[in-house]
């Protein structure tokens, strides 16, 4: 299979110092906004990059399901790897890509865990069948087989019987509370446009980046 000559330009739109948000929440919002408008599919989907034990840097996609000034949710199981690794080293990396509209945006912050309040009402609100597999899902250790887990999750939904599961302390939303942003803009011949924000104080400043 030939891959080399697989490329395409971008020609969909630019972004400059003068046309971006001064605030960088507000930015990502127009963009993720934008990919929502162009049908791009999961639009939510992000990259979170944590420093696994091993030194390794680890990414695995989840989905962003809230985002303000206060910082980035997402919701996973607390004793996954990724888990392990933020307990180890809040600093992450979250990373979206909507091909539709040619844009990048990489998010530095530090995680933390959400507050239970928050945990329990996303927990609720997802469908019964997704809540049971969250419960017996030891996210990341290995099991014998995906028998064994559909056994658990058979079991735990006839031990149920229709009433509604409590959330388990080890999942939650963690949120990633941001000291950067880069939002990248495919431009023709390469000349991508890259504008980075960087906490400083209260303040947010802003620079134009080398493609
Ligand atoms: C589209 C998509 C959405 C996902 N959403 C989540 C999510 O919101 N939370 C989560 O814990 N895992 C989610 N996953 C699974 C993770 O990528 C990963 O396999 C899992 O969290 C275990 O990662 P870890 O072993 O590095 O902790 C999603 C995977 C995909 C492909």
């Not at 996954?80 to 998010?107: C, M, T, Y």
């Amino acid at each position: 299979m030939n891959i080399d000559s697989v490329r395409r330009e971008y020609t969909f739109s630019g972004l400059s110092k003068e046309t971006a948000d001064a605030n960088p929440v507000k930015q990502f919002g127009n963009w993720l906004a934008d990919a929502m408008q162009a049908n791009t599919d999961e639009p939510t989907a992000m990259s979170v990059v944590t420093l696994g034990l091993d030194g390794f840097p680890q990414s695995r996609i989840v989905l962003l399901k809230y985002f303000d000034e206060k910082g980035f949710v997402f919701f996973t199981n607390y004793n996954s790897d990724k888990g392990v690794s933020i307990e180890q080293n809040p600093a992450v990396g979250l990373h979206f890509f909507w091909p539709k509209v040619e844009r990048q945006v990489r998010i530095s912050g530090f995680a933390a865990k959400t507050e239970t309040k928050l945990s329990d009402e996303y927990f609720h609100s997802r469908p019964l069948a997704s809540q049971i597999s969250a419960i017996i899902s030891e996210q990341s250790s290995e099991i014998p087989s995906r028998k064994y887990l559909e056994n658990q999750f058979e079991i735990l939904l006839a031990q149920l019987q229709n009433s509604k599961p409590a959330r388990p302390e080890n999942w939650g939303g963690y949120r990633v509370k941001p000291e950067k942003f880069e939002f990248w803009q495919g431009r023709e011949n390469r000349l991508h446009d890259r504008i980075v924000y960087e906490k400083q104080y209260n303040d947010w400043i802003m620079k134009r980046l080398a493609p």
